[in-house]
């Protein structure tokens, strides 16, 4: 069975235990913040899983087939996985000064929302040049 | 630019480069942020560790001796705070960084990117709560569960609960990303052959602490978001004269701080797995139990919240008893599963064995006491005081810290190419086993004695001095302990003797490339026919049960 | 070997007096159990709790000495010799289903019991003999007798020491001004949040007299560690006395920290 079918399951899995559980808390409880709690997570999780196995069926990966050897895929693209990147720590720096910024005032709130937003432009810049 | 072409099977091997400065800041490359993780998590240990050191030191006897109160407040506050949220969960995500990839044959996680990122967001989380030592008002001084109303403006003025907040959101994001990650890496970049049945037990234990993560998380944020709304927005969530309520924070705390728990133990009970399977020469006895262990364990930890909450006396005591209890089966389980592993095995002892053996003797009090904890009306008398610290230390610092160390030394020279010293380690594993049994065991008298959590000293009551000066000796032999571990990683780093490929004769797929990897990790890969396909590697004839009954995924 | 009365009971004269000695603290949790930690229960339903310890103290013991047991079995036993590859079988079903079982068996076991003691050690009189509303605030106590006019009040430096009478039930009725506190007297092995916004309520009957230390064992704060209060639970005759001097606020006026 294809890993990726696999993860769909246990999303859904998860989703359904959720559900229940929350179902069960209630008529054993009548709490409402546990059971808000339990079956938004079974929601959240629900949709996770149905998104997987929407884009499972295509998926037939080597990885899945027992008999299938490493040198099977000597040559072709596996994916791409770039080695370095001056973004993600200009996000990072960014979400940091923003979230500080909520405390101490938009003088430091606004240069780390630019910072962001200037990371994030890049990244999907870089995206592009990578896909290609 | 950077698409990867898997390696044919006869390509030379070359040495990874030496990384600079500017290097490390802007790389993406799942090792170098494995390694800056596991070394910025451990610089976070030695901070927390000589908070713990400092507490032990005031509390030796009773007596205002070396801290004030408010200063003491702040020090548990970061003490419980770092280890959690910087140094527990985080080194496993860090060591899950650099091992996932090798452990399943692939060149890389999904997004290096989106790695990168949570990286330098669980450090700028973790320098935003402890810069809170800077402000004249303190840092966070609420305990780290910071609980509502005590955590909120009228009770806990000034900046340190803020940036407290922030900082826990910072690190809950990267969590998120890092469970995003690892959970598309090991569906979609398995190496052919790698089946999901095939996979370590480590990386499993990955895949359910993801699955943890994206479950327990949420939660997190959202209390941290309402929180932050009642200090600086005028929200009255928890404020119980406007309507709020109390108890509603610690329902959604708590529903993401026990499974985080098992954010910090599942990783290292793969840890476990490994190393005990290793020098065992045995494969894992009951693989599949295990797995589904590990799955009984993320969902019922969704289930037991509230027996934090056993003394709020507004909680469905019984169900959430009931629920606890449940856990101690699968992680007998797992206990049963090492124990298979080793029997009949052929073991040998060097120091990762050593500390993942002091791992299961520490961890079954942990366990034990947990069951007790588990049970409402022991829980009136233990709930919060030093019985309750010291079950969930066996647990933590017992358990999740001594298999952090085993897999130091065990992985060290994969990571490295050098061995660390056998010496150093084994005085190391000593000092700090018997040093921890001598802090913590007296701990839990002292608190069957009545000994709240969370005091800056206490009444000279038949006993308690003794026990808290013993205590405090052992802590001392401990720190001992851990110091010689850090000084051997110094030494060995630059000087240890080199490692081979493969020094220990290990199982899984990192051991079938070179010591450092290189830099896509695989110059060839082995067949995979099993969860051990290093081992069938070195040994295709004696493997009659690793081949023959290796299940099809 | 015939066993000594005389010498159990010496021994068990040694290990009370060393309880608290450093050696027999790092001897391990055996030795403690002989040395018997846990207060001796002052209540009613203090004592349930006791009971129940035992148990779980036992069965604890039973499967921890199981399992190290077998652990230092393969250590032992298991030690690599030769170079010979050791057998490679990964299953045992029976064996996987019965380390499965069993633990089912002993939690549903131990759930039955707990169950069985929260009853009742949770159970509330419909008529208490005694009520007293005890208020929680940063950082001390507030003991209030409906009815009678008197209040004990208390601060850091001088915690309020409450009248309770033995023999009869005491309704606690509990909450907090302020902050999450907790009330928990160990030696009744017993503790109750008190949140604000929420009210408890929980008996207690004390079956002996004596002066019992209280404790807030919630973290509240600046001054959490000095947030004590004490109980003196008298013989009812006492108490009624106690009462019958009229409405009034007692302020405790001297340090107080020990029996």
């Given at each position: ?87 993600p ?44 | ?9 006869a390509e ?8 600079g ?11 170098h ?52 949220f910087?140094?527990i ?8 960084n ?53 955590s ?23 969590s ?116 589904l ?82 049970s ?110 850090m ?44 969860d ?22 | ?41 002052a ?30 079995w ?73 009815g ?11 915690p ?5 009478p ?94």
């Amino acid at each position: 069975m294809s890993a990726v079918r696999t993860g769909g399951r246990m999303f859904l899995s998860s989703a359904a235990f959720g559900i229940a559980v929350a179902l069960g808390y209630w008529f054993v409880s009548h709490e409402a913040a546990g059971t808000a709690l339990l079956g938004l997570m079974g929601v959240s999780l629900g949709a996770a899983g149905v998104y997987v196995a929407r884009h499972a069926r295509g998926a037939a990966l080597p990885a899945d087939q027992p008999e299938s050897r490493p040198e099977q895929l000597a040559g072709q693209r596996v994916g791409a996985f770039p080695t370095s990147s001056s973004y993600p720590v200009m996000l990072a720096a960014g979400i940091a000064l923003f979230s500080v910024g909520l405390i101490y005032g938009w003088w430091l709130a606004l240069p780390g929302a630019l910072l962001g937003v200037a990371a994030i432009i890049g990244l999907m810049r870089e995206s592009r040049a990578i896909e290609r | 630019m950077t698409a990867v072409v898997a390696p044919a099977a006869a390509e030379p091997r070359r040495p990874a480069r030496r990384a600079g400065v500017l290097d490390w800041l802007v790389t993406t490359d799942h090792k170098h942020i494995g390694i800056l993780y596991m070394a910025t998590t451990l610089g976070f240990f030695l901070v927390a560790g000589a908070i713990a050191l400092v507490m032990r030191a005031q509390l030796a006897q009773p007596g205002l001796h070396i801290v004030e109160r408010q200063a003491y407040n702040q020090l548990f506050t970061l003490h419980g705070t770092a280890m959690i949220f910087l140094v527990i969960a985080p080194f496993a995500l860090g060591l899950a960084n650099y091992l996932l990839p090798l452990h399943i044959g692939a060149a890389d996680l999904a997004f290096p990117r989106m790695n990168a990122l949570t990286y330098w967001l669980l450090l700028a989380g973790g320098l935003t709560i402890f810069s809170g030592l800077l402000l004249s008002t303190g840092a966070a001084a609420a305990g780290w569960t910071m609980y509502a109303p005590l955590s909120d403006f009228e009770n806990t003025p000034g900046p340190g609960v803020d940036l407290w907040i922030m900082g826990v959101l910072m690190i809950s994001a990267s969590s998120i990303m890092t469970a995003i990650n690892f959970l598309t890496t090991v569906m979609l970049f398995r190496a052919p052959g790698m089946t999901m049945m095939r996979l370590p037990v480590f990386v499993w234990n990955i895949i359910v602490t993801s699955l943890i993560i994206l479950m327990a998380f949420p939660p997190l944020a959202v209390a941290m978001a309402e929180l932050f709304i009642d200090r600086r927005l005028g929200g009255h969530f928890f404020d119980a004269s406007h309507g709020g309520s109390a108890i509603l924070y610690q329902h959604v705390f708590w529903f993401f701080g026990h499974p985080e728990v098992y954010v910090m133990i599942l990783p290292y009970f793969g840890v476990v797995t490994q190393v005990v399977s290793t020098f065992s020469r045995r494969p894992v006895f009951g693989y599949l139990g295990m797995v589904l262990a590990s799955f009984a364990i993320a969902g019922l930890s969704m289930g037991v919240w509230a027996h934090h909450m056993f003394t709020t006396g507004a909680v469905n005591n019984p169900f959430f008893s009931i629920m606890s209890f449940l856990i101690a089966v699968p992680t007998g389980i797992k206990y049963f599963n090492w124990i298979g592993t080793m029997w009949q095995g052929a073991l040998v002892f060097p120091t990762a064995m050593l500390f993942a053996i002091g791992f299961m003797l520490n961890f079954l009090l942990g366990g034990v006491t947990g069951v007790m904890v588990a049970s409402p009306p022991l829980d009136y008398h233990v709930e919060d005081t030093y019985f309750l610290v010291t079950h969930f230390h066996y647990t933590l610092a017992g358990g999740s810290m001594f298999a952090l160390l085993a897999a130091l030394y065990f992985w060290f020279p994969k990571i490295t190419g050098r061995l660390l010293s056998e010496r150093l380690g084994m005085l190391s594993f000593w000092l700090t086993f018997v040093g921890y049994n001598i802090t913590f065991i007296p701990l839990f008298l002292v608190g069957l004695l009545g000994m709240p959590r969370r005091v800056v000293t206490y009444l000279p009551l038949p006993g308690w001095p003794e026990l808290n000066l013993t205590s405090t000796a052992g802590a001392g032999v401990l720190a001992l302990g851990i110091a010689l571990t850090m000084w051997n990683l110094v030494v060995s780093w630059s000087r240890g003797a080199p490692a081979g490929d493969d020094p220990w004769g290990g199982g899984t797929l990192e051991w079938a490339t070179s010591s450092p990897p290189p830099e896509r990790n695989f110059h060839a890969l082995p067949p995979i026919r099993s969860d051990r396909p290093a081992f069938d590697m070195r040994m295709p004839q004696g493997t009659p049960g690793g081949q023959a009954r290796a299940r099809a995924g | 070997m015939r066993m000594d009365p005389g010498w159990v009971r010496r021994a068990g004269v040694v290990c009370r007096r060393y309880a608290s000695a450093p050696l027999l603290a790092v001897a391990g949790l055996g030795l403690s159990g002989c040395a018997s930690p846990l207060p001796g229960a002052a209540t009613v339903q203090g004592q349930r709790i006791a009971h129940l310890w035992a148990v779980f103290f036992l069965s604890a013991a039973g499967v921890a000495g199981a399992v190290y047991g077998l652990i230092l079995w393969c250590i032992v036993r298991y030690r690599r010799r030769s170079d010979g590859l050791p057998p490679q079988y990964r299953d045992n079903i029976p064996v996987e289903i019965m380390y499965t079982a069993v633990p089912v068996g002993i939690v549903a076991f131990l759930f039955a019991l707990t169950y069985g003691t929260e009853i009742h050690v949770d159970r509330v009189a419909p008529r208490p003999d005694v009520t007293i509303n005890v208020t929680a605030f940063k950082w001390s106590w507030l003991f209030d007798y409906p009815g009678t006019g008197i209040t004990v009040a208390g601060t850091p430096d001088y915690p309020p020491i409450a009248m309770v009478p033995v023999g009869r039930t005491v309704r606690i009725v509990l909450t907090s001004t302020d902050v999450v506190h907790a009330f928990y007297i160990p030696s009744f092995l017993y503790k109750r949040d008190a949140t604000p916004g929420l009210v408890q309520r929980f008996d207690l009957e004390i079956r002996r007299p004596g002066e019992y230390l209280g404790e807030c064992v919630e973290f509240c704060g600046f001054d959490h560690t000095r947030m004590r209060f004490w109980l003196r639970a008298v013989p009812p005759a006492q108490f009624d006395r106690w009462i019958e001097q009229g409405p009034r606020v007692v302020h405790q006026r001297v340090r107080y920290t020990a029996p």
